[in-house]
């Protein structure tokens, strides 16, 4: 069994700098990229950010400049630093991984349950 534990957010001040971390535990043989997704009340999921193994980065645009995904491989943890929060942030963040399983090498989309972030004005 694979699991994603996020931890984080909550209530936050506009122009705040909370930080989300999302650590994967279980029978992970390897994780590949690793990232992060929000889905604001009404509308799609989408990708906020995303990282790779060697550390590679991709930013949707709302949110270049002002957030930092970043991995502790050793730790199977990403992180998400989110700097001069907007209401327009307000979201539910779901941690995503590419998981190897252990003894299937199987290959496994993983997906943490989410966590609230609320932004007030």
């Known amino acids: 069994q694979v699991q994603l534990v996020e931890s984080g957010g909550g209530l936050v001040q506009a122009g705040g700098s909370p930080r989300l971390s999302c650590a994967a535990s279980?029978?992970?043989?390897?994780?590949?990229?690793m990232g992060w997704y929000r889905q604001a009340p009404g509308k799609q999921r989408e990708l906020v950010a995303s990282i790779t193994t060697t550390g590679s980065t991709n930013y949707a645009d709302s949110v270049k400049g002002r957030f930092t995904i970043s991995r502790d491989n050793a730790k199977n943890t990403v992180y998400l630093e989110m700097n001069n929060l907007k209401p327009e942030d307000t979201a539910v963040y779901y941690c995503n991984a590419d998981i190897i399983r252990s003894v299937t090498f199987r290959r496994m989309d993983a997906w943490g349950q989410g966590t609230q972030v609320t932004v007030s004005s």
């Open positions: 279980g029978s992970i043989y390897s994780v590949n990229a």
